[in-house]
């Protein structure tokens, strides 16, 4: 028998399993832990804050105070009520205050805006306060604003802005009300042109 006949076996035995045995150790072993960077908070994501509503601005802007004693001001989503000194201003404050002033309210948050305040849905015992605001004729639908809603939001909000308007209820009673997003503009346009 040759002997270099008789070591091939073994050989190649040996060599598959230092092969294998390299693979395992390859794909089995641990390279340094990474931390990921954490993703930025999605646009759609949800805060829920309960509280009593302890102040209110104006028909869309509340100050709700929650068990911390954290005072957390709040814009109401999806809708755009009349200032506080333009026609309606003040019913919508009174409106908006009649329904949650001093009330423990759920708000549902999915964003805060250019001036620090929470953008949110404001919940009394499962009523949308915002809509409320929308079906007395004290608010507009924000359409500007309507792809942070959901989509069932969108259509409800604009059916019942459609029917507010159709029974000329609240605001809608004006025969040209002014909605708010104008009536800033045109307010800024008079500071200038003061200066």
């Given amino acids: 028998m040759n002997t270099a006949n008789s070591l091939n076996p073994p050989r190649s035995v040996a060599l598959t399993l230092l092969l294998a045995v390299t693979i395992l150790a390859v794909c089995c072993s641990r390279g340094p832990q990474i931390n990921p960077t954490p993703s930025p908070p999605q646009p759609n994501r949800s805060d829920l804050l309960a509280g009593r509503v302890v102040r209110i601005a104006d028909g869309d802007t ?13 814009r109401l989503q999806g809708i755009d009520a009349p200032e506080s000194h333009q026609d309606f201003g ?19 948050c999915d964003k805060t805006d250019q001036y620090g305040r929470q953008v949110c849905k404001i919940l009394l015992k499962d009523k949308d306060i915002n809509l409320e605001q929308i ?3 004290m608010a507009w639908h924000y359409k500007e604003y309507e792809r942070e809603q959901s989509p069932q939001d969108r259509e409800v909000y604009a059916r019942a802005e459609d029917e507010a308007h159709r029974t000329r209820r609240g605001l809608w009673a004006d025969p040209n009300p002014v909605e708010p997003g104008e009536f ?3 307010q800024r346009r008079e500071r200038k042109a003061k200066r």
């Avoid at 509340?62 to 709040?74: C, F, G, W």
């Avoid at 003040?90 to 549902?108: G, H, P, R």
């Fill in 62 to 74: 509340v100050t709700l105070l929650d068990a911390n004693n954290t005072e957390h001001r709040i």
């Fill in 90 to 108: 003040a019913q919508s404050k009174k409106n908006l205050s009649d329904m949650i002033y001093n009330q423990e309210v759920t708000a549902d």
């Fill in 135 to 137: 079906k007395a004729g």
């Fill in 184 to 186: 800033r503009r045109e």
